[in-house]
């Protein structure tokens, strides 16, 4: 579980097919200045908002093993490039953020990344099946980023990004047109499913 609180802009640096007859792929990932001592192996980082397992470390980089079917259904794990890190919460850790579980639900299209001042207005176009858990003023994760949204017109969300934000994660790099990985806030998808049980019983 984690709080979409970015730690540290890191990078893959690396993808190397597995040979395991499955189209797995192993990433190195430089974490920057997440500060990876205390990460054992079988922890749990999320990158880009991707619950990903660590199986080796390295100095200052570790390495993560991707399924086709992750790969299939995210971004920004196919090719080299920046990403944002987080590992997991501790029981003792601020929620700075909200409950994010690092499962992306789909991948969204930017539709607008406009300056406003210092800030920027990011508009993005969620898949329409996860339009009924977007809600004005609610929680949506971004790449990994705990953000709120500002307004909500069917299957298209606003958000406003301060200083701090575009500063601390990949998301100033953003443009219209870019994709990026969506996660859904979990207290939508439980409602959803006890309301689903109890018309169904």
Same mark, same amino acid.
């Given at each position: 579980?984690?709080?979409?609180?970015?730690?540290?802009?890191?990078?893959v640096? =690396?993808i190397?097919?597995r040979?395991?007859g499955a189209?797995?792929?192993r990433?190195? +990932?430089d974490?920057?200045?997440?500060? +990876?001592?205390?990460? !054992?192996?079988?922890?749990s +980082?999320?990158? &880009? &908002?991707?619950?990903l397992t660590? *199986?080796?470390?390295?100095?200052?980089?570790?390495?993560?093993?991707?399924?086709? !079917?992750s790969?299939?259904?995210?971004?920004?794990?196919?090719?080299p490039?920046?990403? $944002? %890190? !987080?590992?997991?919460? =501790?029981? @003792?850790?601020?929620?700075? &953020?909200?409950?994010?579980s690092g499962?992306?639900?789909? *991948?969204?299209?930017?539709?607008?990344?406009?300056?406003?001042?210092?800030? =920027? %207005?990011?508009?993005?176009q969620?898949?329409?099946?996860?339009?009924r858990?977007i @809600? =004005?003023?609610?929680?949506?994760t971004v790449?990994g980023?705990?953000?709120?949204? #500002?307004?909500?017109?069917?299957?298209?969300?606003?958000?406003?990004?301060i200083?701090?934000t575009l500063?601390?994660?990949?998301?100033?790099?953003?443009?219209?047109?870019?994709?990026? #990985?969506?996660?859904?806030?979990?207290?939508?998808?439980?409602? !959803?499913?006890?309301? $689903?049980?109890?018309?169904?019983?």
């Amino acid at each position: 579980m984690f709080s979409g609180i970015i730690a540290a802009r890191g990078s893959v640096t =690396r993808i190397t097919p597995r040979d395991d007859g499955a189209g797995t792929v192993r990433l190195t +990932i430089d974490a920057g200045q997440l500060g +990876i001592e205390d990460v !054992e192996l079988g922890d749990s +980082i999320a990158c &880009g &908002g991707v619950c990903l397992t660590v *199986v080796d470390k390295q100095h200052n980089c570790f390495f993560v093993d991707v399924s086709p !079917e992750s790969l299939a259904c995210t971004v920004g794990l196919a090719a080299p490039g920046p990403i $944002n %890190l !987080e590992k997991a919460l =501790r029981l @003792a850790d601020r929620l700075g &953020g909200h409950l994010v579980s690092g499962h992306v639900d789909g *991948v969204g299209k930017v539709l607008r990344f406009e300056a406003i001042g210092d800030n =920027r %207005l990011l508009e993005i176009q969620a898949p329409e099946s996860l339009a009924r858990y977007i @809600a =004005r003023k609610g929680s949506i994760t971004v790449d990994g980023v705990s953000l709120t949204t #500002n307004s909500v017109d069917g299957a298209t969300f606003t958000i406003n990004l301060i200083p701090h934000t575009l500063e601390a994660t990949t998301l100033g790099s953003l443009q219209a047109g870019s994709r990026v #990985n969506l996660e859904i806030d979990l207290i939508a998808r439980y409602c !959803e499913r006890i309301l $689903n049980y109890q018309d169904s019983i």
